[in-house]
């Protein structure tokens, strides 16, 4: 089930984005920076300002929250995490589906849904229909290339 955020979600957020840098994108890097950056986003003041300035946070629950995504202006996913032990298992998939037709709900006109995708998960995001456009920036020492997914009008 996918329902929105709600304040006692933040230490299991948290935990899970930890988790999942750790596990996908630090890997064997150091990335001390990234890693003190992610803690700290994920904490409940930052989430609960950022829902005050045009975003969304939305997390998934078997039981208890495996992953969330997390939704800007109504056209950018700037967040989408699944616990590891979750991943391969279609939850990312759902997660995205659900960003996807929430943008589209907030705004009928969108033509499309852009994100910024870590080196490791470009496969996942194509097999989901995103292409993957020229640019790419260096966000902590983590490389993202920006990709986005054109909409069929409505």
Not at 41 to 63: C, G, M, P, S, W
Not at 98 to 103: D, G, K, N
Request: charged letters at 25%.
């Amino acid at each position: 089930m996918i329902r929105e955020f709600q304040k006692e979600d933040a230490p299991r957020v948290q935990k899970i984005a930890l988790k999942c840098f750790d596990n996908n994108i630090r890997q064997d890097k150091k990335l001390y920076l990234a890693k003190h950056f992610v803690k700290s986003y994920f904490k409940i003041k930052n989430i609960e300002a950022r829902l005050d300035h045009q975003y969304e946070f939305y997390v998934l629950t078997e039981n208890e929250i495996i992953g969330f995504v997390e939704i800007q202006d109504g056209n950018t996913i700037t967040n989408i995490f699944v616990d590891p032990p979750y991943q391969k298992q279609g939850y990312g998939t759902q997660l995205l589906k659900y960003a996807i037709l929430r943008c589209q709900a907030l705004n009928p006109k969108l033509d499309r849904v852009s994100l910024d995708a870590e080196t490791q998960a470009i496969k996942f995001y194509e097999h989901c229909g995103f292409t993957s456009l020229s640019r790419s920036k260096t966000v902590m020492g983590v490389e993202m290339t920006m990709m986005e997914i054109k909409l069929k009008n409505n």
